[in-house]
């Protein structure tokens, strides 16, 4: 599949890429997309939801009733769980929601994920570029020029760049990502990728190692 490159004014340079088959062009394989996208969202759980439970509240541990002929559950103290303001039974405790994946498996969710966006012609590839300065101004014009403001847009660069990062981090529906970390998730969250000529070589290569 090729593409035009295009400039951040959106006009074409006359060259055009073609996109590797073995990462934009495979049949999608939808359900190690859903583990990978659980895989992130889990990550991103904190996991301190804490409640206090029977034996951690600070009450008395008097027993308020009889055990039996009081017509209903015996509980003993005030800090039962059947009374209110007692402790919580089974209650959330702090815990990691991590969990692992092969690495065949991520890699294969990736390449499912970008063959999706090839196949819906969602994807934008433009010339390397720098800013002077952070200036959100700038990115803005880049996005209108390409013809995709008002879409959720995931920039791909090859390697770190902070002041386009910093240029677009003020803007709601668009994001920049290194290629060499590229997340299943932040691609298929985008409506339009745009990536630049140095960011598909890096993909290439982490994703056909």
């Known amino acids: 599949m090729e593409i035009n490159v295009l400039d951040i004014k959106g006009q074409e340079t006359g060259r055009k890429v073609t996109l590797n088959e073995s990462i934009f062009g495979i049949e999608p394989n939808d359900h190690v997309i859903y583990l990978d996208v659980k895989r992130y969202l889990a990550d991103q759980r904190q996991g301190t939801a804490k409640a206090k439970e029977r034996s951690e509240?600070?009450?008395?541990?008097?027993?308020?009733?009889?055990?039996?002929?009081?017509?209903?559950?015996?509980?003993?103290?005030?800090?039962?769980?059947?009374l209110r303001g007692g402790g919580r039974v089974f209650g959330p405790r702090p815990r990691d929601y991590r969990f692992k994946l092969n690495k065949k498996t991520i890699v294969?969710?990736?390449?499912?994920?970008?063959?999706?966006?090839?196949?819906?012609?969602?994807?934008?590839?433009?010339?390397?570029?720098?800013?002077?300065?952070p200036k959100t101004k700038?990115?803005?014009?880049?996005?209108?020029?390409?013809k995709v403001d008002g879409k959720k847009v995931?920039?791909?660069?090859?390697?770190s760049n902070k002041n386009v990062y910093l240029s677009a981090r003020n803007l709601q529906r668009s994001e920049v990502a290194?290629?060499?970390?590229?997340?299943?998730?932040?691609?298929?969250?985008?409506?339009?990728?745009?990536?630049?000529?140095?960011?598909?070589?890096?993909?290439?290569?982490?994703?056909?190692?």
């Not at 966006?117 to 800013?131: P, T």
């Not at 700038?138 to 390409?146: A, G, H």
């Not at 409506?191 to 982490?206: A, F, G, Q, Y």
């Open 108 to 133: 294969l969710a990736r390449k499912s994920a970008l063959s999706y966006k090839a196949q819906e012609n969602a994807i934008i590839v433009v010339e390397d570029f720098n800013f002077e300065a």
């Open 154 to 159: 995931l920039m791909v660069l090859p390697e």
């Open 138 to 146: 700038e990115f803005i014009n880049v996005v209108k020029n390409l």
């Open 57 to 82: 509240h600070a009450g008395s541990t008097r027993k308020l009733g009889r055990q039996k002929g009081g017509g209903g559950a015996r509980h003993g103290d005030i800090n039962s769980p059947l």
């Open 178 to 209: 290194l290629a060499a970390s590229l997340s299943t998730y932040k691609v298929l969250n985008a409506d339009v990728m745009v990536i630049t000529e140095n960011s598909l070589k890096t993909i290439d290569s982490v994703l056909n190692k």
